[in-house]
């Protein structure tokens, strides 16, 4: 009997699409999302951003700012099939949100303005997708604005992400005009009533039969480039079937060779019914996804995501709420019961799940369990953290867990009453549980409590959440960035001796180090610097390979603080060329301790740079402020790298220290009369100006 519940469990994945809606900031992501639920009779409201009525944006934070800042889980039905849908931030400073999100879902929606195509947060998200292989279609929104053109947004898709566009649809009308769109693939019309939310299908109208028509023979044309069985039937009969393309978009989606592209206007409630239909067409199920891949009993191991396999799931966001601690987590493997107990393999604890949650955003429903692909929120476990793996007791299994990315902005926090101070460290304690992005460690000199971030909007969310959710008073020092040290001119031949004898079994050690400059990595990945390199060249064995192996752990160890201010080193090669052992006195210990002070002495005899972070910068200006924004720029050390002018604005691009942009976007508002926005994108690190070493670094 529960071969068969599990068989038709596993049947009905075929109807699930776990998807995530990625953008750049004020694309339409959340309205997009509201349409959906809308459509699929989930709401019987249209929310509004503007009004703070969405369901997704549900915290008062997101309300009041107008943006998304924590990822919202939804589930809808449609055509037969469940969607889970999470709705990810734009902004940049909670790009760790939409990391954690990516690394749980089967494929995306990604969501373009009309008119300014593919922004920088589009692109850096769009890059995260990549790297974890998460199939997407694109939808070009707000074709109802004014400079709104679809062609031109594809363009920049192909531009500047590289993927083949493949544009099923034809807009009906322009900017205010916008009614409708050409369904390339069945070669039919779809016209929705102003004021009403039916669409209304017809045939192409005459005036665009002749674009239509050129269109699709350009579809046929992309498609068959890319798909054998396309190939084949364009070559036969110099046309692809409408079941042909569909099949064939279907295989360039998962396979990430090309995007299918979808347009309308959200806020207008036009062009969703299609963006379903390719969803549920296009997008895979958790069966069509590779097997998770994890590491049990100390060997490589692949998990199917099949109801009779053992259970394995991993967390990917916990939220502390008024009634207790939710644990989000997507099951990759197996069937979880309500009351059953899960193996917390990163903790090494048993968990029992109390109940198990259909999330719809700030609102649940009751499950009696869980299957493989289903994503749900789990009440019991007490100490799973976002990347954890929870998985059957006998059967354990650890999952690569999200990358966290170094934090780069910080401020001294503390209560303005001494008798709350237990209380803020309590409040921060459950922030850092919530957000793995933030940290939060004493500093050594001043005492004081750094909390730190991905930027200076993330870490004013973070105080004012305290504010909100505890009503404590917090005091909030100046923003402090994270500095690196880097070596600019290194040393040869540096000769250090460990030697230590104080009774019973003395420690010697004895190296040779060349240390120089390491080359910035040409990969960019974004937020890096230059990294680490070591490298022995020692001959004969006159330093046996695991005392090798200490050294280069002794060197890591003496990365952490460098000579100009105890910042982080980075961008430096250290090679071992020689060294001596005592055949008594020589030990794992006494070499990495040789690595460490050796390096450290290395790095005092050679110079030393001060590297500070840098963030690509891109303001839209109003063109009357143009002067003035560039002036600030240069006063900011900003160095512009491009300017585009569109329909009445200047798109600026700059590179720009992140320690100077604390604060502009007051200064920007009051120069522009409040018409100019800003984004920022990390770009790595760059040598910082000689006054930057008396600041002090977030660690």
Known sequence: MRTDLHRHLTSSLTAVRNLGILAHVDAGKTTVTERILYLSGTTHKRGEVHDGTTVTDFDSQERDRGITIFAAAVSCAWDGHRINLIDTPGHVDFSDEVERSLRVLDGAIAVFDAVAGVEPQSESVWRRADRHGVPRIAFVNKLDRAGADLDTAVESIRERLHPAPLVVQLPIGTEDGFTGVVDLLRMRSLVWVDGSDTVEEGPVPEAL????????????????????????????????????????????????????????????NRGIEPLLEAVVAYLPSPLDVPAVRGTGS?????RLADAEA???????????????????VRVYSGTIDKGEAVWDVGARRTERISRILRVQADRYAELDRAVAGDIVALVGPKSARAGATLCAPEAPLLL???????????????????????????????????????????????????????????????VEKIRRAQGLEVAVGRPRVAY??????????????????????????????????????????????????FRSSVVGGRVPQEYVRAVEAGCRDALAEGPLGGHPVTGLRVTLTDGATHPKDSSEMAFRTAGRLGLRAALRAGAMGLLEPVVEVTVTV????????????????????????????????????LAELFGYATRLRSRTQGRGVFTTRPTGYAPAPSRASHGTASG
């Open 622 to 657: 109003p063109d009357d402020a143009v002067g003035a924004v560039l002036g600030d720029l240069a006063a900011r050390r900003g160095r512009v790298s491009g300017s585009l002018a569109r329909a009445g604005t200047t798109v600026i691009t700059a590179t720009v220290p």
């Open 209 to 268: 039969r002749e674009e239509a028509h050129r269109r699709r023979g350009l579809l046929e044309e992309a498609v068959a480039e890319l798909h054998p069985v396309a190939l084949e039937e364009f070559c036969a009969r110099s046309a692809v079937s409408a079941a042909t393309l569909t099949s064939a978009l279907r295989d360039l989606t998962r396979t990430g060779e090309g995007v299918v592209v979808l347009c309308g206007s959200a806020y207008r």
């Open 484 to 533: 690196r040290e880097t070596v600019t001119r290194g040393v040869s031949g540096l000769v250090y001796r460990h030697v230590k004898q104080d009774g019973g079994a003395g420690q010697f050690a004895h190296v040779v180090l060349d240390v120089e400059p390491l080359e910035a990595d040409p990969s960019g990945v974004e937020g890096s610097a230059m990294g680490f390199e």
């Open 400 to 462: 690569e867990p999200p990358v966290v990315a170094d934090p780069v902005v910080s401020v001294a926090v503390e209560a303005r009453r001494s008798i709350d101070t237990d209380r803020l460290v309590s409040a921060l304690a459950r922030l850092r549980e919530e957000d793995p992005s933030l940290t939060v460690r004493t500093d050594p000199e001043t005492g004081q409590t750094v909390l730190s971030g991905m930027g200076e909007l993330h870490l004013e969310v973070a």
């Open 298 to 302: 100390g060997a490589a191991q692949e």
């Open 310 to 328: 053992p259970f394995a799931g991993l967390v990917f966001k916990v939220n502390a709420t008024a009634t207790g601690r939710l644990t989000y």
